[in-house]
């Protein structure tokens, strides 16, 4: 057995200082199985692999330029939507939860990040039977926001309640084709949160202008999911180019937009949130 040193993994929000990430190449990525709008206005161009793997590549390169450790799991020709690793997971306090996915093209990518956990001896928890994927589950401090969907479901939300009796879980409802809830809401700072207010239920969307300030996201650059950025700490949000209006209003308020471009792989349904598991975040001061 491996010695887990001190604070290898270790998350409490969506915006401290990113410091360990885990990706997986779009080797494979392919719209094989429409399962989200997304996919469905793609479907007969598809992927062109060699441009998804060069896009990849430079927002990688990013991440190591930003000096944020970068593990990439083996890619498997299997999976072709394996290149969205926070949907099988999240990290939380000291462990990494492993999800259970709800689409059958997806079940068994979770197989792979438990692996590399196992083989590195990390805290995880294993989410067996527990219909909750990484991507409807959105971190601030106490607060865990999880999405409600055909694919993260009320019982699991109530179920992870139970596990996590130092955390309020908040359950967010929203209607089902905007596949997980990063894709229309994202905490970027205590205050601070991008959402995408037509696909949030009434009641939940009040409770969340209550306690943030929303910038509020177009539908055309909710398509191109504007939510779905990756903040990586000290006010600075990985976003895509195209996304000129989210990343105004991000500029407006004293964020460095740093502009990378992975349109080949969004049209799959998922960003730069989605592409990125974190499983070590430091907490800023100023934050």
């Not at 040193?5 to 199985?33: A, N, Q």
């Not at 060699?50 to 990849?56: E, K, V």
């Not at 498997?76 to 290149?83: K, R």
């Amino acid at each position: 057995m491996k010695q887990i040193v001190k604070d290898t993994v270790f998350c409490r929000s969506e915006y401290d200082r990113l410091k360990k990430v885990i990706v997986c190449e779009p080797r494979f990525m392919k719209i094989r199985e429409v399962i989200n709008e997304t996919q469905k206005y793609y479907k007969e161009d598809n992927i062109k692999i060699p441009l998804a793997l060069q896009q990849h590549e430079a927002f990688i390169n990013l991440l190591k330029n930003h000096d944020i450790d970068v593990i990439q799991l083996p890619a498997e020709p299997t999976y072709n939507e394996q290149v969205f690793t926070r949907d099988i997971g999240f990290t939380l306090g000291h462990t990494i939860f492993i999800a259970e996915m709800a689409s059958p093209i997806r079940q068994g990518e979770e197989t792979i990040l438990k692996s590399w956990i196992e083989d590195h001896s990390l805290p995880n928890y294993n989410l067996n039977h527990e219909r909750i994927e990484g991507g409807d589950v959105i971190i601030d401090r106490d607060s865990i926001y999880v999405g409600l969907s055909n694919r993260t479901h009320k019982h699991s939300a109530r179920q992870l309640q139970k596990l996590l009796t130092d955390y309020e879980i908040k359950p967010i409802r929203f209607e089902e084709k905007y596949l997980h809830l990063d894709c229309i809401f994202n905490i970027i700072s205590p205050t601070e949160a991008l959402i995408f207010p037509d696909a949030i239920d009434e009641e939940d969307r009040k409770q969340l202008s209550e306690r943030y300030d929303l910038i509020i996201v177009s539908p055309e650059e909710q398509f191109t999911l504007g939510t779905n950025v990756l903040s990586i700490g000290h006010k600075k949000i990985i976003s895509l180019p195209m996304n000129t209006q989210v990343n105004m209003e991000l500029r407006k308020r004293g964020y460095e937009v740093i502009e990378c471009d992975i349109s080949e792989i969004i049209k799959s349904g998922g960003s730069f949130r989605c592409c990125t598991l974190p499983f070590l975040r430091t907490e800023s001061p100023q934050q």
